[in-house]
């Protein structure tokens, strides 16, 4: 980790950001920053996003997250940081 301290971020996207492949763009930025951790479609319709790795990778991505792909139109952001899972071992599209 180069001395760079591991940490997560767990996020809600809101604003049009299903059926856009927020959710596989996402998790090929993720995977280009060398994160951990998940995505996911909720059912009132915002995307819930986990990522952890070196701390200025986990910062890119939850920017990122402000913009999304194209055809996203995200209106807000919440993110909080959290202590990262062990269990992790890649980026993942779930349920």
Known sequence: MNGVPEVAAHAFVSGRVQG???RQSCRREARRLH????????????????AQ????????????????????AVVGVVSET???DPQLQDFLITN
Request: aromatic share 14%; hydrophobic share 50%; charged share 20%.
């Open 20 to 22: 856009v492949y927020f």
């Open 35 to 50: 994160l951990l951790g998940w995505v996911r479609n909720l059912p009132d319709g915002r995307v819930e996003v986990w």
């Open 53 to 72: 790795g070196e701390e200025p990778a986990v910062d890119r991505l939850v920017d990122w997250l402000w913009a999304g792909p194209a055809n996203a």
């Open 82 to 84: 959290v202590p990262p």
